[in-house]
């Protein structure tokens, strides 16, 4: 079965940091997807974690811990165009899970 | 463009009609999920194929829902007797073999948006 848990919503402001958190029950684990979702268009690829550790990419960088079911995605340096929804997605066996989203606003 | 595409883009129906949606995947994608979103929710997996096989269905796949992928290229996803439950986003992805397992990425289409009335 799967449990995704994720925050509804944060906000932050122009050039902080924003933590999303995701923690996850999920049978047959075997990584875990981070997606960006602008209001109305598609999922976007932004990261993935297989094993545990710090995965940077630029701005964005994606954590995961396996034997605690806890990842989360931190969003360095924030600008304007951040304000999107943050997908957090267990794999298993052969397809994604997404949890409900993590809408992010930031201010000026 | 070679993304995922998705036709039509925006449906209007009345309750009771059939719908039909069509997706193409990435041309070398042998892997094709649909899933479903509403407002403020994450997607939910509906099925998936793996050439012209499909491998998975969920059981929010209800009776008046069918997927086909006949020759493993363009899927189609038929909704009877739509009720106004169905009124959501209907993603389609495309994805290379062994993929999630394997750290390949699954992309979207910009999805079907189906309104029942």
């Known amino acids: 079965g799967q449990n995704i848990d994720q925050p509804t919503e944060m906000t932050a402001t122009e050039g902080a940091i924003v933590q999303i958190n995701c923690t996850y029950q999920?049978?047959?684990?075997?990584?875990l997807f981070w997606y960006q979702q602008h209001a109305g268009e598609a999922p976007t690829f932004l990261s993935y974690?297989?094993?545990?550790g710090l995965e940077e990419k630029g701005r964005f960088s994606s954590f995961l811990s396996r034997s605690k079911g806890y990842s989360y995605l931190l969003l360095k340096e924030l600008q304007m165009k951040d304000s999107a929804s943050y997908l957090c997605?267990?794999?298993?066996?052969?397809?994604?899970?997404f949890g409900g989203g993590t809408r992010v606003l930031v201010k000026p | 463009d070679t993304g995922v595409s998705q036709d039509p883009r925006h449906k209007i129906t009345k309750r009771g009609q059939n719908v039909t949606f069509r997706c193409d995947p990435i041309?070398?994608?042998?892997?094709l999920y649909w899933y479903r979103q509403t407002l403020g929710q994450g997607p939910e997996f509906l099925t998936y194929?793996?050439?012209?096989?499909?491998?998975?269905k969920s059981r929010l796949l209800s009776d008046r829902f069918s997927a086909e992928r006949p020759k493993g290229s363009f899927s189609t996803l038929e909704i009877q007797r739509t009720e106004q439950g169905d009124s959501a986003m209907y993603l389609c992805?495309?994805?290379?073999?062994?993929?999630?397992?394997?750290?390949?990425?699954?992309?979207f289409g910009e999805g079907s948006w189906l309104t029942v009335v």
């Open positions: 041309s070398e994608h042998n892997r």
């Open positions: 974690n297989v094993l545990d």
């Open positions: 992805a495309s994805s290379l073999p062994k993929t999630p397992e394997s750290g390949n990425t699954i992309y």
């Open positions: 194929f793996q050439n012209e096989a499909q491998l998975e």
């Open positions: 997605a267990p794999a298993a066996g052969n397809k994604l899970t």
């Open positions: 999920t049978s047959g684990f075997n990584g």
